[in-house]
């Protein structure tokens, strides 16, 4: 049966001590660089890392870029190219497959290359996975430019409602493996391995209090990935439909000249989202000005949402030189394909005629 570990109360941050013992767990980073932008800081974050932590990298950069890499990395963490063998259209899932097949130990975390722990993140994952199969953690900005300021208003709702998807889960290597890994044929990656994890009948934590930091996108970036994370909710038909009804209700207000039921509802979102900040000892993490963030990106998921359903209606989302169509599988789907149970990862990354997933 499936179930939710409690959470218990954690400080956020520790000062800084004496060096901390290594853990027996891996820390797989998934990466594909398309420039050099931000390496030696990657670098010096990777160099910490390893006196904690055995690190694999799975670099799916190109030759010129992996070979500069593999420069800067070298002694320092294992650094290997995706699994040829492996097929699947979302690269980053490719690696994530690849790289827990190589960890040598049973706890993996698996994190985005803007992620970056500390030791005592790393030891509460690793207490918690004594209990559970997968730990789903809390990122947080720092620094905070304005776009990360806005998309904080998003985690804030989120972790009213159930929690927000970080950039990083951990694992337990051989929950994993029995369960066959997981479709990298998928948009919402982080959401599939969660859905699959508990498909298989393994267990969850959504630990509120376990806070990770996260370096923000550029500004580029973060603006040309608000329709693709839009696109994300149709794995969750709910949460698509509040979004997709920000608009027509907006609408009807204006048409009734009625602008102080808008007005009511951007103080009811600050409310909520402050509910979240405070929860757990978010405080600590989250400025108190992050919570009037929350209106403002409701009305940009309520746009976005339009748009990513024409994208859905066209055939999905470019990913990669390739199309995505499916954004997560349902659990019920996840529990049909889990009938089967695959003995090995190439179970979950085989792809039927046409490209698509079987």
Not at 12 to 37: I, Q, S, W
Request: net charge positive; charged share 25%.
């Amino acid at each position: 049966m499936t179930r939710t570990a409690p959470a218990r109360p954690r400080p956020a941050r520790t000062a800084a001590g004496p060096t901390p013992v290594r853990l027996p767990m891996a820390y797989v980073l998934p990466v594909r660089a398309t420039d050099d932008h931000g390496l030696d800081e990657l670098t010096g974050y990777l160099r910490e890392l390893s006196r904690w932590v055995e690190v694999v990298v799975v670099d799916g950069s190109s030759p010129e870029r992996f070979a500069r890499h593999a420069v800067a990395w070298r002694g320092l963490v294992r650094h290997v190219p995706p699994d040829p063998a492996l097929r699947g259209r979302n690269g980053k899932a490719v690696g994530v497959l690849t790289g827990v097949a190589l960890a040598r130990h049973e706890h993996v975390v698996i994190a985005d290359d803007d992620v970056r722990y500390d030791p005592p993140a790393l030891r509460a994952v690793h207490e918690l996975l004594d209990r559970v199969d997968l730990v789903r953690p809390q990122n947080h900005f720092d620094p905070l430019p304005w776009h990360a300021w806005w998309d904080t208003g998003r985690t804030l709702l989120a972790r009213v409602f159930g929690g927000d998807w970080p950039g990083t889960l951990a694992v337990r290597r051989g929950t994993f493996l029995a369960m066959g890994g997981y479709d990298p044929d998928v948009l919402f990656e982080n959401l599939e391995l969660h859905r699959t994890v508990r498909a298989y009948g393994g267990s969850t934590a959504t630990p509120a209090w376990l806070y990770v930091r996260r370096r923000p996108p550029t500004a580029a970036r973060f603006l040309g990935q608000r329709v693709r994370q839009a696109y994300d909710e149709t794995a969750r038909p709910a949460w698509l439909l509040a979004a997709l009804a920000v608009l027509p209700a907006s609408a009807v207000a204006l048409a009734a000249r009625r602008p102080g039921l808008l007005l009511r509802a951007g103080l009811v979102t600050v409310a909520v989202a402050e509910l979240g900040r405070r929860r757990a000892g978010g405080a600590r993490v989250f400025p108190a000005h992050t919570t009037l963030a929350a209106p403002l990106w409701l009305l940009e998921r309520g746009v976005c949402g339009w748009l990513a359903l024409g994208r859905r209606l066209r055939g999905g989302v470019p990913y990669a030189g390739s199309r995505l169509t499916v954004a997560a599988h349902s659990p019920r789907a996840l529990r049909r394909r889990m009938a089967r149970r695959p003995d090995e990862l190439a179970g979950w990354v085989e792809t039927c005629e046409g490209g698509g997933p079987c």
